[in-house]
T-cell receptor
Framework: DAGITQSPRHKVTETGTPVTLRCHQT?????MYWYRQDPGHGLRLIHY???????DKGEVSDGYSVSRSKTEDFLLTLESATSSQTSVYFC?????????FGPGTRLTVT | GIQVEQSPPDLILQEGANSTLRCNFSDSVNNLQWFHQNPWGQLINLFYIPSGTKQNGRLSATTVATERYSLLYISSSQTTDSGVYFCAVEQFGNEKLTFGTGTRLTIIP
């Protein structure tokens, strides 16, 4: 398995609170990605990074920000969580070929 | 953007049966991957197959890039094959995957 971990694995939070999800890799891949998975939509790209401090938006980026200060860590932040952001969030690594996915984080916003 | 369609959306089979899952895409692609999402939610890489045919045990995949489709074959199905199968594509010069909505496969003992 590719060395990708996500934390936390489960989180319940209240509307309006900030939330940060962490993705950590041990594979030294240049590219890292955040996706969300919702019923009926498959996986959709939120943001991705192509290097330290280099990030770009994906298909569903509104309400999310990201940061990458080290090759191995990619953070996803919900500045003010909303119920529509209840989802399962997956981190992936790759670029120039296959992508490999982390175990996912289940986020519930009440 | 590129559209990725998978069929059928749902498939229920008896253990031991064979199945074919299809992925159609609307534009030229540089890469194509097949994933299996097991009942615990884990996404497992099955094939990286931008073109040609590959086999791995009971599973095989074929991509015909010029005709914009890929097929995933599962032979002698087992209950552990249950889950959702996703196709995802990457266009030239674009290091991002676009996913189909998946085929949910249920294998009955």
């Amino acid at each position: 398995d590719a060395g990708i971990t996500q934390s936390p694995r489960h989180k319940v939070t209240e509307t309006g609170t900030p939330v940060t999800l962490r993705c950590h890799q041990t594979e030294n891949h240049r590219y890292m990605y955040w996706y969300r998975q919702d019923p009926g939509h498959g996986l959709r790209l939120i943001h991705y990074s192509y290097g330290v401090k280099d990030t770009d938006k994906g298909e569903v980026s509104d309400g999310y920000s990201v940061s990458r200060s080290k090759t191995e860590d990619f953070l996803l932040t919900l500045e003010s969580a909303t119920s529509s952001q209840t989802s399962v969030y997956f981190c992936a690594i790759g670029g120039g070929g296959e992508q490999y996915f982390g175990p996912g984080t289940r986020l519930t916003v009440t | 953007g590129i559209q990725v369609e998978q069929s059928p959306p749902d498939l229920i089979l008896q253990e031991g049966a064979n199945s074919t899952l299809r992925c159609n895409f609307s534009d030229s692609v540089n890469n194509l991957q097949w994933f299996h999402q097991n009942p615990w939610g884990q996404l497992i890489n099955l094939f990286y197959i931008p073109s040609g045919t590959k086999q791995n045990g009971r599973l095989s995949a074929t991509t015909v890039a010029t005709e914009r489709y890929s097929l995933l074959y599962i032979s002698s199905s087992q209950t552990t094959d249950s889950g959702v199968y996703f196709c995802a594509v990457e266009q030239f010069g674009n290091e991002k995957l676009t996913f189909g909505t998946g085929t949910r496969l249920t294998i009955i003992p």
